[in-house]
């Protein structure tokens, strides 16, 4: 073996690493643009994500209403439960909506009630019914009397 094989060796050794460096490399950015991608659409799609966290801004209003009316305090506060583990994900925490989905807040129970069993008994309401109609068919008549109560809070 002599000196410029050995060289030339190392240099198809370095170069080969380097590929593998580099293949390693792209695949990582591939990952991070994907989930960059996922990340800005579900945000993009639910508006700054305020639809997750934080407390109803309704809950000062509930805790009065536990004072001076305790029942319908309670009817309130499991609209909340079921409004937080289902409609809030496109309706968002305060009822504001998002870029595809209808302000609730500042509506009346009862607008409220109408509308949900508009769309439980079937009926096309909007451009978007599709996607509304099968959350109303599976609430109950007192969920929906819930629902509006709580709705009724959000401003
Ligand atoms: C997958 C997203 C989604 C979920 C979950 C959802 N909604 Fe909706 N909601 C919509 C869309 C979109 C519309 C508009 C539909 C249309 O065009 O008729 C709508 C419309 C409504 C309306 C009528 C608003 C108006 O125009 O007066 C009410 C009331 C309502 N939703 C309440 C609720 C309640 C209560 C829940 C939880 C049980 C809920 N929604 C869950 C997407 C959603």
Not at 46 to 71: F, M, Q
Not at 102 to 127: H, W
Request: proline share 4%; net charge positive; glycine share 10%.
């Amino acid at each position: 073996m002599n000196m410029s094989e050995t060289v030339g060796c190392d240099k198809v050794n370095t170069r080969g690493r380097m590929r593998r460096y580099l293949q390693t490399l792209s695949w990582l950015l591939l990952v991070v643009a994907i989930g960059l991608g996922v990340h800005f659409t579900i945000q993009f799609i639910t508006k700054g994500g305020s639809a997750h966290s934080g407390e109803s801004p309704a809950l000062p209003k509930i805790l009065e209403l536990e004072n001076s009316s305790p029942e319908q305090a309670r009817k309130a506060r499991a609209g909340m439960r079921k409004y937080d583990a289902i409609c809030r994900l496109c309706h968002h925490r305060d009822g504001h909506g998002g870029r595809f989905t209808p302000s609730l807040a500042g509506k009346s129970a009862i607008g409220v009630e109408t509308m949900l069993n508009l769309y439980r008994d079937g009926q096309k309401v909007g451009p978007m019914t599709e996607l509304m109609a099968p959350w109303a068919k599976e609430l109950s008549d007192e969920e929906i009397r819930n629902l509006g109560i709580y709705i009724e809070l959000l401003d």
